[in-house]
C-alpha cells in the first residue's frame, strides 16, 4: 500500500536541542518560537489529509525533496563543481 502527500513550503531543518539543567538532571529541549514546530504541523496535516493512519508495524519511506537552485551555483563558466 502506497500513499503520496506534499507538504507545502521549503523544508526546516531539525534543529540540534538545547540543555538546561534543573537540579541534578538535564533537560533538552527546542525553543518554542523554532520554525520547525510549524514544519512539523503542517506534515502532520498534510499526512491527516491524505488519509495517513500511525503503523502497526515495519514501514518504508521515499522522501523527494525539491529545492530551488541556489543563485550563487552557476558562474561565468557554468556549473561549479
Same mark, same amino acid.
Given at each position: 500500500? %502506497?500513499i503520496?502527500?506534499?507538504?507545502? +513550503? *521549503?523544508?526546516?531543518?531539525?534543529?540540534?536541542p538545547? $540543555?538546561?539543567?534543573? =537540579? /541534578? @538532571? =538535564? @533537560? %533538552?529541549?527546542?525553543?518554542? *518560537?523554532? !520554525?520547525?514546530? #510549524?514544519?512539523?504541523? #503542517?506534515?502532520?496535516?498534510? %499526512?491527516?489529509? #491524505? =488519509? &495517513?493512519?500511525? %503503523?502497526? +508495524?515495519?514501514?518504508? &519511506? $521515499?522522501? *523527494?525533496?525539491?529545492?530551488?537552485?541556489? /543563485?550563487?551555483?552557476?558562474? /561565468?563558466? =557554468?556549473? /561549479? !563543481?
Amino acid at each position: 500500500m %502506497a500513499i503520496t502527500f506534499s507538504v507545502p +513550503g *521549503d523544508p526546516v531543518p531539525q534543529p540540534r536541542p538545547r $540543555i538546561t539543567v534543573r =537540579g /541534578k @538532571h =538535564g @533537560h %533538552a529541549y527546542v525553543p518554542s *518560537d523554532h !520554525p520547525i514546530h #510549524a514544519y512539523r504541523q #503542517a506534515v502532520a496535516v498534510a %499526512a491527516r489529509a #491524505a =488519509g &495517513v493512519r500511525q %503503523a502497526t +508495524g515495519p514501514v518504508s &519511506v $521515499i522522501v *523527494d525533496a525539491v529545492f530551488a537552485r541556489p /543563485k550563487s551555483h552557476l558562474n /561565468k563558466s =557554468g556549473v /561549479k !563543481p
